[in-house]
């Protein structure tokens, strides 16, 4: 067994492509491996596609012989590098490191959707293509358009989701951050909803680059809430400062440094605006 091929996968060399996939996927999978081709974007290529938007459009195909679906992306670069060389990498395969990721993650309790496969296709060198291979979670939404769609409930509806929402997602980004995992692009759309009426259960996405490490220090956690946060005021998702500030005491609820100092800060806000105060009934 190769370093990186996990228990449960298993590695198929088909030429210049290497697979690793999930035993109990691995003949569906295989079966469908033309799923992979970037032409599966093209609907007609498979019936039951359906297109998910990402950074591109990511398609969503029917698992052979199942009721389930899974989730076909394929990787680009970003940045600079992403109008240049495209969808040419080079370097470790970032593929299997997301799966083994997300494997890591999963068996540590964390939210994330299960990894069915991953498949690197040498090009020259240490150039290559690949993909990724997720289960669908059905009936989700990101949050940025769960968000979204909560105007059309009542106020009391939404009140209360958002807190299952916002202290279902603190507990798990705290979890992820405890494991040993930093999320190396932790934003509103790669968190996932799925509403089943009956409560909230919310998952983790996207762990491309992500690392798994000993110990994630405060100022990386922070680095990654700050990241969230951005995001928030990047796509002007529909959090308050309020829902910020609930989602911050529940992320770091039992941090004995981090509540001392808290409760030091709003001490010190409440003096100030008492100073505030006072100096308005007098002289304002
Ligand atoms: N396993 C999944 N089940 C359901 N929807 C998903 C799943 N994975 C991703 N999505 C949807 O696809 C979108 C893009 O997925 P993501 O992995 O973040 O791709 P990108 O790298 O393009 O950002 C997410 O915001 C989410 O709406
Ligand atoms: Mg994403």
Redesign the pocket.
């Known amino acids: 067994m190769n370093r990186e091929t996990p228990p449960q996968f298993e590695k198929v060399v088909i030429g210049r492509t290497t697979i690793l996939v999930k035993d109990k996927y691995r003949d569906p999978i295989l079966s469908q491996k033309d799923a992979f081709s970037e032409k599966t974007k093209e609907r007609k290529l498979f019936p039951g596609v359906s297109l998910?938007?990402?950074?591109?459009l990511?398609p969503c195909i029917p698992i052979k012989g199942s009721q389930e679906r899974m989730?076909i992306?394929h990787y680009e670069h970003g940045g600079l590098f992403r109008k240049i060389t495209k969808d040419i990498l080079w370097g470790s395969s970032r593929p299997f490191r997301e799966l083994v990721i997300l494997e890591t993650a999963s068996q540590r309790g964390i939210p994330v959707?299960e990894v069915l496969a991953a498949r690197v296709e040498k090009i020259l060198g240490p150039f290559y293509k690949g993909e990724i291979v997720?289960?669908?979670?059905p009936d989700?939404?990101?949050l940025l358009d769960y968000l979204k769609g909560l105007n059309r409930r009542t106020t009391e509806e939404k009140i209360s989701l958002k807190r299952q929402i916002i202290d279902s997602l603190a507990e798990a980004i705290k979890k992820m951050h405890t494991s040993g995992i930093y999320h190396a692009d932790l934003n509103v759309?790669?968190l996932?909803i799925r509403d089943t009426g009956k409560g909230i259960q919310v998952y983790l996405?996207?762990f491309?680059c992500s690392r798994i490490t000993k110990n994630v220090s405060l100022k990386a956690r922070i680095k990654n809430l700050a990241r969230l946060n951005r995001s928030c005021e990047k796509w002007r998702a529909q959090v308050t400062d309020r829902d910020k500030l609930r989602f911050f005491l529940s992320y770091f609820k039992g941090n004995r440094l981090v509540e001392a100092n808290l409760r030091k800060y709003v001490r010190r806000c409440a003096h100030f605006h008492l100073v505030h105060r006072i100096y308005w009934k007098f002289f304002g």
């Open positions: 998910l938007k990402g950074r591109n990511i989730i992306k959707p997720y289960k669908e979670i989700s939404t990101n759309k790669n996932l996405l996207d491309d």
